[in-house]
Structure formats: structure tokens, C-alpha cells
């Protein structure tokens, strides 16, 4: 079935092109909306050359730095008996070129993000003028083409690199060979979501204190001197840094997957190389699934956006399903294997439900820290605080039962076929990562609703700025808030996915390091473990911090912009929008050059001298340390967002029954407990995500020098 892999590939790219034909040729509204949609795309455009430039050189020392380390120090055995090992220079120039190969790709699946979202978000306001359901299909479609063309060229890249490195030829040797381009992929993704989530939180911070609580003006009033900044962050970290996110994620599962195929192949006699291109065909059949649940969204159809995005997101979970049955049938003959992508897939449904239980308005949490809100700012943090620690319970709960019954059906699943391994986990391992490869099939979808939001938010800023009718802005309103739920969704889904993706990691990496077990009774590797958890920490608050102090100072510069210029108060006088552009890039790009540095020579330092053992139980203990804290992160930061949100759309009443408005008592403390929660969702949590995959791949990659 693996020819199914270029089908899908060329499938998914003319419908995007088409989705971008449709998108180009809609009305971009009038003379002030175009006006304010330029600002927005120059200033993203303006940050991602910077930010990329800086990438880019760090991408290149990286790379070289990994070649030498591998060439001198590194040594490749392939699986099976007699089998030479590589060295040196060949070993160096495969992992090199792999690197640089991911780092770019990468770096070009956050560009497609943020360009289509910036160009999307124009025609949105001017959609939403029109109807409730023109808008959410321009903005999702906007979202599509960054959602499908990330997910396509992760696989046409894995695709290509195994083609290239004698994948047909040695399938056995070349998904060890292609190991760096799943950590170029990450190490772009990490600078990226970094850089970004600096920059929009920074900006949004500052517009939120000074316009809402000082000022008492509207979010995304054109009087604030932050609000191009903070619309052009929508861009930079949702788009962009969360499409290097996911490019990633199917960048590393895929190869983490092969990896693990290898030793089912080797021991089902080197007959079958359908255990080792299996996650290529899977991961092409949700793609195809996900281009249908798309295609079924029509306007005329949505009267509550959140149930039309679901109802594209069923249809997607059910194909991927019938997919996985097909694909498992055919090419490993075992129903026990579908019964672990099916664990996965259903995995995936669960995540989307617990995420928008916590964060969507119309649920317990959210509304408890809106109440919350009556008694003050303290009350209203203790109260998210309290939610965003709860929230590790169900999806903890979901990925451990995962973990166990797709283990259970991997193991069913060799035994049943009469293989036999010489590691008696290999079939168990296997079912984790079929069971990671069927979260990630509607990966394609899922980019598409995160897209969606920033749009969204985008649109109403656009629709304010423009003094649009209050019709349109209601709709575009209504679509931010739903927005604001399918961006937790994502990093929810981020994050689950990251876990099972991290498992069969770290067992592809004891498979490489030719460790049995992880004895963390050693004090090497209770050291190791320690370490890893404190990396976590340690990471984000440097991230926070960064946050803080690039908020600090656009706060001061709006204020000293209303207090020079008091015309700008009554429309006389225009702000100096770039003044905090400005401000926002410079500490983005200064300050996410630190933790990103930690994380990546961390490991190697721990792995260079504790060695591989130590190094596996700081991958294990990072990993579960990161997932716990993203997900405290995400939904609480995503909760107290639509808490505030909830009392702007006038569903809370004071205790005389009047409806809580906009710049009340309770509404501050609202907006001050959504800026206490957006460093957390949209800096330090997406970057655990990356963190968590990050410590895979590199570990994954130098595992020979460790030993």
C-alpha cells in the first residue's frame, strides 16, 4: 500500500491550492479593513525574517556541531546479524543532511501558517459582515491550508529522506539513517514557538493592562498603541510556532515508529517491510481523512460553530478508523493492531472533549473562575490556578489507559502472528506507537481549527479597528471565543500526542542504546532523572520571565504614548503602532535564545557524562514532568481566557440581576487573571510540547555517543 503515500501527497496539495484559490479571490472588505490587514502582515512578515534569520544560523552551527560529534564519536550498527556498522564520515553526512533537511522544512511549515493566516483573517471580518457561517469558512479553510500542507510535508519529507537513504533497498538501515531530520524538525519547532509565544503574549499583556484596565477602552481599539502588536502576535506564535509544532510531531512519530518496525521486520524473517513503512501509509490515509472532514464544513449548514467544527472533526475520526482497519488488514494481517490505532484514535476524541469541558464557557471550570472574579483578581488566580491543576487528571488517566491497553493489543498482536523478537516488549512497544501514529491522523484537522483561532481573533480585531457594524462584530465575537476553545483543543491534543509520541521515542532510543531496562536505584540515574525534571521548571520560567519583561516595557510605552499625546484619547492623534512592534521583536528574539540553549545542551552534557542509562531516566522523567506541566499550563491559561470572555458576551449577571458589563469591577479582575494565564498557554506550555519531543530526538540521534 505505499503507493498510497505519493496519492496522497499529490491529493492533498492541489486541495490546497484550491483552498487558497477560494480564499485569494474573496472580498478583503473596505479601504480602512485592508488598511489594518496590511499593518498586520507586514509587521508578521518583518518578526518571522528576524526571527528565522537567527533560526537559521543556530540551525547551521547545530547542524555542523551534530556531524562532527557523529562522525568522530558515533557509530550506526544496523539491526541483524552480520550487519557492518557505519562510521565516520558516512554516518556524519546522513545525520547532517537529515538535520538541515527538518530544521527547513520546519522553518517553512511555520512560514505557510502564519502567511495564510494573515491573509485569511481580512476576508474573515469582511465574511462575517455577510453571515455567521461565510465567516467560519473562510476562516477555517484559512486554517486548511496550513493544517494540510504542514502534515504533507512532514511525510513527504520522511517519505523522500527514506527513499533517498536506500529505503527500498535496506529498509532495515535507513530509518536510523533519517533520525536527524526528526531533530532539525524539532529544533526549528522549539525556536519558534518559543520566539513566538514571547512575542504575542508580550504584546497582548501590554494591550490588555493599559487599553481594558487603565484606559478603559475596548480590546483591539485603534487608541492602543499595542494593538497591531498584539494581532500580529496571533500570527507569529499561534500560526507559526504552533505549525512547526506539529510539523514536528509527525516528523518524529513517523521515524520513532520505523524504528521500532525494524526489529518486527528483522524478526518476522526481513520478509515484510510493511512493518517498517506502515506510520508512511497510515499517516497518508489521515490525511486523506482529514481533507474529507473539511471538505463536508458548508456555510449553509453552521448555526453553532462549535458543533459544525465537530461534526468535520467526526467524520475525520471515522475514516481514520476505517482506514486503520484497512491498513492493518492488509498490510500486518492482524485485527489486534487496528484495535491499538483505534485505542489512539479514540484517544484523540477524548482529549478534544476534556479540553473544551475546561476551557469552553458553557462548562463548570470556566464558569467557576468567572464567579470566581466577584471578589476580587486573587480570588479569580487562586480559582484558575486551582482549575489548570485539576486538569491533569483526565487526560493523565486517558494516556495511561492508552499506554496500557495498546501495549496489551501490540502484544496479542505478535504473539497471534508467531513472531518472535529478542526483546519480548518489541510487540507491545509497536502497539504504543500504532496507537501514537492513530492520534495523529486527523493531525491535518486539528492544525486547521488551531489556525482557525488566531483568524478569528485577528477578524474581530480588524472588524473593531474598522468600525464595522455590530452585527459583524458579535460574529466575529462569538467565532473568537470559539477559537479561543479549538486553540486549547490543539494544545491539548499537542500534548497528549507528544506523550505517546514520547514513549515509543524513548523505547526507540533504549532500542538504539542497547538498554533492557532503566535502573533508577543507581545514583547516576536518580541524578539523571532529578535533572530532568528540573529542566522542565527551570525552562519555563525562563520563558515566563521573558514574557514579563517584554510586557514591562510595551505597558510603559503605551503609557507613555497616552500620556504625550493626549489626542490620541479622542481620535485626533494616530499611536505609534511600531514603537511596541518593535519592542515586542527585539525581546523575543533576545530572550528565546537561553531556554532553547538549555534544553538542547542539557541532554548532551547529562548523556556525555552520566552516560546512556542516566540519560534514558532524564528523557523519562522530562517527559512525564513536561506533559503534567503543559497540560497545567494550557487549559488553566486557556480557562481564565474564557472566563473573561464569558463576561464580555454579558452571560454573567451581578447580584441584582443586571448584566456585568465591560470595564466593571468583576471584568478587571477577569482580564487581570487572562493576562496572569497567557504567558502560560501561549509561551511556556506549547513549548513543553516541543521540550518533551526535543529531548526525544536529540537523545535519539546521539544515543551512540552515550553509550
Same mark, same amino acid.
Given at each position: @500500500? ?19 484559490? &477560494? ?9 480602512? @479593513? ?44 544496523? /539491526?541483524?546479524?552480520?550487519?557492518? /556498522? ?177 526489529? #518486527? ?89 476534556? *479540553? ?20 476580587? /483578581? ?78 478569528? &481573533? ?26 479561543? *476553545? ?13 506523550? #505517546? ?47 514579563? *519583561? ?15 499625546? /493626549? ?86 449577571? &451581578? ?53
Amino acid at each position: @500500500m505505499i503507493w498510497i503515500v505519493p496519492v496522497s501527497i499529490v491529493l492533498a496539495l492541489l486541495f490546497a491550492a484550491y483552498l487558497a484559490w &477560494d480564499m485569494i479571490r474573496r472580498d478583503q472588505g473596505n479601504e480602512r @479593513m485592508r488598511e489594518v490587514g496590511g499593518f498586520i502582515y507586514e509587521g508578521a512578515v518583518a518578526f518571522l525574517k528576524r526571527q528565522y534569520r537567527t533560526i537559521a544560523i543556530l540551525a547551521v552551527l547545530a547542524a555542523l556541531a551534530l556531524s562532527a560529534i557523529v562522525g568522530f564519536f558515533g557509530t550506526e550498527t544496523p /539491526p541483524g546479524e552480520g550487519a557492518e /556498522p557505519i562510521t565516520g564520515l558516512d554516518l556524519a553526512w546522513h545525520t547532517g543532511v537529515a538535520f538541515l533537511i527538518g530544521a527547513f522544512s520546519s522553518g517553512l511549515a511555520g512560514v505557510i501558517g502564519m502567511i495564510t493566516a494573515v491573509k485569511a483573517n481580512v476576508r474573515t471580518a469582511r465574511a462575517a459582515e455577510s453571515s455567521l457561517g461565510e465567516a467560519l469558512t473562510v476562516a477555517l479553510r484559512g486554517g486548511a491550508i496550513s493544517g494540510i500542507l504542514v502534515v504533507t510535508l512532514s511525510l513527504l519529507g520522511v517519505y523522500v529522506l527514506f527513499l533517498l537513504f536506500g529505503g527500498f533497498d535496506d529498509p532495515a538501515l535507513a530509518p536510523f539513517l533519517i533520525v536527524g531530520y526528526g531533530f532539525g524538525a524539532s529544533f526549528v519547532a522549539l525556536f519558534a514557538q518559543l520566539g513566538g509565544g514571547i512575542y504575542t503574549k508580550a504584546a497582548d499583556v501590554g494591550a490588555d493592562l493599559v487599553g481594558k484596565i487603565e484606559a478603559g477602552i475596548p480590546e483591539d481599539d485603534p487608541r492602543n498603541a499595542a494593538v497591531i502588536a498584539d494581532l500580529v502576535g496571533d500570527n507569529v506564535g499561534d500560526c507559526a510556532g504552533r505549525g512547526a509544532d506539529l510539523f514536528e510531531s509527525t516528523a518524529a512519530e513517523n521515524i520513532g515508529a520505523m524504528i521500532l518496525g525494524v526489529a #518486527l521486520y528483522i524478526a518476522s524473517g526481513s520478509e515484510n517491510e510493511a512493518w517498517i513503512i506502515f506510520p508512511l501509509v497510515v499517516r497518508a490515509l489521515g490525511l486523506i481523512a482529514s481533507l474529507i472532514g473539511l471538505a463536508a464544513i458548508r456555510p449553509s449548514m453552521v448555526k453553532d460553530p462549535q458543533r459544525a467544527l465537530d461534526f468535520g472533526y467526526w467524520i475525520t475520526a471515522v475514516l481514520s478508523a476505517v482506514g486503520m482497519l484497512v491498513a492493518t488488514l492488509v498490510m500486518l494481517d492482524s485485527i489486534w493492531f487496528f484495535l491499538a490505532g483505534l485505542v489512539g484514535i479514540l484517544t484523540s476524541v477524548a482529549f478534544v472533549y476534556i *479540553t473544551q469541558y475546561y476551557t469552553a464557557g458553557n462548562w463548570r471550570p470556566v464558569r467557576d473562575i468567572a464567579e470566581a472574579s466577584r471578589t476580587g /483578581p486573587a480570588t479569580n488566580i487562586i480559582s484558575g490556578i486551582a482549575v489548570g491543576f485539576e486538569t491533569t487528571a483526565a487526560p493523565i488517566l486517558v494516556i495511561s489507559v492508552a499506554l496500557g491497553a495498546s501495549f496489551l493489543c501490540g502484544r496479542e498482536g505478535v504473539e497471534a502472528l508467531g513472531i518472535v523478537t529478542e526483546n519480548s516488549l518489541a510487540g507491545g512497544v509497536f502497539g504504543t506507537a500504532v496507537a501514537t501514529m492513530g492520534m495523529l491522523m486527523s493531525a491535518a484537522y486539528i492544525l486547521a481549527m488551531d489556525t482557525f483561532g488566531p483568524i478569528t &481573533d485577528n477578524a474581530g480585531g480588524i472588524t473593531e479597528f474598522s468600525g464595522a457594524n455590530e452585527e459583524a462584530r458579535a460574529i466575529t465575537d462569538g467565532l473568537d471565543a470559539v477559537g479561543n *476553545t479549538t486553540k486549547a483543543l490543539t494544545k491539548g491534543y499537542a500534548v497528549g500526542s507528544a506523550a #505517546l509520541a514520547a514513549f515509543l521515542l524513548f523505547s526507540a532510543y533504549l532500542e538504539k542504546a542497547h538498554l533492557e531496562s532503566v535502573n533508577i536505584a543507581k545514583v547516576e540515574v536518580f541524578i539523571g532523572a532529578m535533572l530532568g525534571a528540573m529542566l522542565v521548571f527551570l525552562f519555563s520560567s525562563m520563558a515566563i520571565r521573558a514574557v514579563g *519583561t517584554a510586557s514591562s516595557a510595551i505597558i510603559e510605552e503605551v503609557r507613555r504614548q497616552f500620556r504625550e499625546h /493626549p489626542g490620541i484619547m479622542d481620535g485626533t492623534e494616530q499611536p505609534d503602532y511600531q514603537a511596541a512592534v518593535d519592542i515586542a521583536t527585539k525581546s523575543a528574539l533576545r530572550n528565546m535564545i537561553a531556554p532553547g540553549l538549555l534544553v538542547i545542551l542539557a541532554p548532551v552534557v547529562v548523556g556525555i557524562i552520566l552516560r546512556a542509562e542516566a540519560e534514558a531516566a532524564l528523557l523519562m522523567v522530562g517527559t512525564i514532568a513536561g506533559v503534567i506541566l503543559g497540560t497545567v499550563m494550557n487549559n488553566g491559561g486557556g480557562a481564565w481566557d474564557n472566563a473573561k470572555k464569558y463576561i464580555e458576551s454579558g452571560a454573567m449577571r &451581578d447580584s441584582e440581576g443586571n448584566v456585568v458589563q465591560k470595564g466593571s469591577a468583576i471584568h478587571e479582575a477577569a482580564v487581570v487573571g487572562d493576562t496572569v494565564g497567557d504567558p502560560f498557554k501561549d509561551t511556556a506550555g506549547p513549548s513543553l510540547h516541543v521540550l518533551v519531543k526535543l529531548l526525544s530526538t536529540i537523545t535519539l540521534v546521539l544515543a551512540p555517543i552515550f553509550i
